[in-house]
């Protein structure tokens, strides 16, 4: 098996082996007990004649070679990943000219005949993921790799096999019981390396996402084509689950004409917790035209054994608002959006005594914090907006500076007694930069 290291660098296995060819053109299967980026590959039923050419692939029964140098290999379809952030072992495929004498053959180096287009996943629910080029261009299958146009750099050193299958596409899924396999079988969340022929695709390519119950469609390069290079990669940007946009506000409008709590119903007065109880807000958004949503949950909890919180129509209001009880240190568990940053978070209250809120790491003990102004609404019904923005201005060790990626935050009102909130906006970034 070849594998990937934290440089994507190529190292041998010691099951490895390859298919040597004499001049004959007799393909002879080698092996190796070495591992590591060198090896020695030995076989006890050499020919005898001079060896000339080499390759490596997992099909190794299907490689074939000519005396000018034209090498038959395949690139699976079907592609088993056992390790995140590495390709599939099946997925390699190599060729390479000896040179030496019977003293000292060596092959410096072999060379890739694939590239790659690298993929990420945020979740761990995907059972396979299928890449097709548009525009019908060869991903897979049998080749003829001319050695010499290889080594001259020139990209036309591939071409279809006659008379044998290729495919347009190509699966990953991955190997049962591997370190890239949850229990269930699906692909856990991570980088893949998938493996195909290198070209200009001209129409892209569409990448399928498939769950057990659904599927997920992306595209690479559709306007401008794209070109995958040999023994590198291209990476579509971003992980193919996360296909929300870029700046994510979502606004918690609690006083609105139709009193509608933009959290659904509260869990009644009696039964709350202090460890607080989760509500789901649906976001509303488009992609590629199409409208979608998605989930988040929030976490709200009256903070002390003696203390609530309601949807409710305080005295002086036309409409409900979000009370807290006479107490302070209420808290909102803001949700973590994989691959963004929280960004902003803001607050607007009807209160006339002053009153903040701040955001922190975790609650019990409480981590990095920063603190919103302490301001005070002119009027019940002339609420006032206070803000935290990221990065902040903090100079303390113990104050947040900049959010985490992906990271959840916690909004704990510090002066929150009797706290009437109208509303809740968070916004989340995929970069902190302004």
Aim: net charge negative.
């Amino acid at each position: 098996m070849t594998t990937t290291n934290t440089e994507n660098k190529v190292s041998w296995d010691r099951r490895d082996s390859l298919i040597v060819f004499d001049k004959n053109n007799t393909g002879i299967k080698l092996g190796t007990t070495d591992d590591g980026t060198k090896a020695i590959f030995y076989s006890h039923k050499w020919s005898g004649n001079a060896p000339t050419y080499a390759a490596y692939s997992t099909s190794s029964d299907d490689i074939s070679c000519t005396t000018d140098g034209i090498l038959s290999v395949m690139l699976d379809r079907e592609q088993q990943v056992g390790t995140v952030n590495a390709w599939a072992e099946n997925a390699i495929v190599a060729v390479g000219k000896i040179s030496g004498n019977s003293t000292a053959y060596k092959i410096n180096p072999m060379k890739n005949v694939s590239g790659l287009i690298k993929i990420a996943m945020h979740d761990s629910t995907a059972r396979s993921i299928t890449i097709e080029s548009i525009g019908g261009e060869i991903m897979t299958g049998y080749v003829d790799v001319n050695y010499a146009n290889l080594e001259l750099g020139d990209k036309a050193f591939w071409s279809a096999t006659p008379g044998k299958p290729q495919s347009s596409s190509v699966t990953i899924a991955p190997i049962s019981g591997s370190d890239a396999s949850t229990l269930d079988g699906c692909l856990k969340a991570g980088s893949y390396y998938v493996s195909v022929l290198p070209q200009f695709y001209a129409d892209g390519l569409r990448i399928t996402v498939n769950y057990s119950d659904t599927t997920l469609v992306r595209t690479l390069g559709e306007a401008d084509g794209i070109t995958v290079p040999r023994s590198s990669f291209r990476a579509f940007d971003g992980a193919l689950d996360d296909t929300l946009p870029d700046v994510i506000t979502i606004e918690l409008n609690f006083y609105n004409e139709n009193d509608e709590n933009p959290l659904g119903t509260f869990v009644p007065v009696a039964n709350q917790q202090t460890g607080g109880e989760k509500y789901s807000y649906t976001y509303h958004y488009t992609l590629d035209g199409t409208p979608v949503s998605k989930d988040f949950t929030f976490t709200i909890s009256k903070g002390n054994n003696s203390a609530t919180y309601q949807y409710f129509k305080a005295s002086g209001l036309d409409h409900n608002v979000l009370i807290f009880g006479a107490k302070n240190n209420a808290w909102i568990e803001l949700p973590g959006i994989p691959g963004r940053y929280l960004k902003s978070v803001s607050m607007s209250h009807g209160n006339t005594t002053a009153k903040r809120f701040r955001v922190q790491e975790g609650r019990n003990p409480v981590g990095k914090y920063y603190s919103s102004p302490l301001l005070s609404a002119s009027g019940s019904t002339t609420p006032v907006t206070e803000t935290v923005n990221f990065p902040t201005t903090a100079t303390s060790d113990a104050q947040i500076i900049n959010t985490i990626e992906g990271k959840s935050y916690t909004m704990e009102f510090t002066s929150g007694a009797s706290l009437r909130v109208f509303d809740i906006t968070v916004v989340y970034s995929k970069t902190l930069e302004e």
